[in-house]
């Protein structure tokens, strides 16, 4: 298996800009792939944030498991961690970043008040692992095309303020990952999702995983889409992707059925996903 690895210099620069901005904000807004919450959540951002007040966005629900999603957030809830799941592009989205916002931060605001101070924005940071859809929210919220979208991880490089509102200012930050993973099933599901660049993996390796995860938890959806029988299931992982590689006309290319069957998956062919099961509060491996 090759060992799934990122962390160019720009990425490096992101973080030390990171702590050099921090103090200048209120809030964190960190956002989080929803099909992948606990692998896209960066070590780094929460080293950084410290005690700074956090808010984590759950991105791309309509591409995850609602159920999944619905789990997680009462999990957060049970931590005492304010978390929100979104369609980015929804027209409801902005005002409710901000009014959750506004009710973190409710007692810092009403303590400046109180001394005198006249009422400012609020300012939060926007991070997120690459890909993750900072940018396409981002525009939302700001209600125009101020920050770039692509389907490709690392389209932002620079870090820039962003007015959302007279309520609301963000400054904007490039998608970063950390410099070693946890593990390799972290750095599949990251590259499953989209969050490492397609040509730093292989895909043959990620296939394989996604199709290990699809037969436990979704084998209907993928019996389905790739018009297998019930019996194709007692096959190996290996010999599962060759019997694919077939159905779809792709004779023993078994290196475009992979790319295909990730693809596949990105754009919700397989069905919504997600990849971390929400673990039940209390759990102290997730604390």
Known sequence: MTVIQWFPGHMAKAIRQMEENI?????????????IPAASRNPEVVRIAKDKPH?????????????QTAAWLNYYRAQK??????????NVTPKQITKIAA????????????????????RAMTVGVPNVGKST??????????????D??????????????????????????WPKFKDQETAQKLAL????????????DVALFAL???RQYHEKALLDRYHLAASDLELSDVDLLLKITQKIGMRDDYDRASERLILDARRKKIGGFTLDRAPQAGDPSHD
């Not at 984590?56 to 609602?66: E, G, N, Q, S, V």
């Not at 490089?157 to 962003?162: F, H, I, R, V």
């Not at 959302?164 to 400054?171: A, V």
Request: aromatic share 4%; proline share 5%; no cysteine.
């Open 23 to 35: 103090h200048l904000v209120d809030i964190v807004f960190e956002l989080v792939d929803a099909r």
């Open 55 to 67: 808010l984590i966005i759950m991105t791309k629900k309509d591409l995850a498991d609602p159920q």
């Open 81 to 90: 961690q304010p978390a929100i799941a979104i369609d980015s592009r929804a």
């Open 103 to 122: 009710s973190i931060l409710a007692d810092k605001l009403a303590a400046e008040k109180e001394k005198g101070l006249k009422e400012r924005p609020m």
């Open 137 to 150: 929210l981002l525009n939302h919220l700001v209600q125009r095309k101020a920050a770039q979208v692509g």
């Open 152 to 177: 490709t991880p690392g389209v932002t490089k620079g870090q820039q303020w962003l007015r959302s509102s007279k309520h609301l200012e963000l400054l904007d930050t490039p998608g970063i990952l």
């Open 193 to 204: 999702t989209g969050a490492i660049k397609d040509k730093l993996y292989a895909s043959d």
């Open 212 to 214: 290990n995860f699809f």
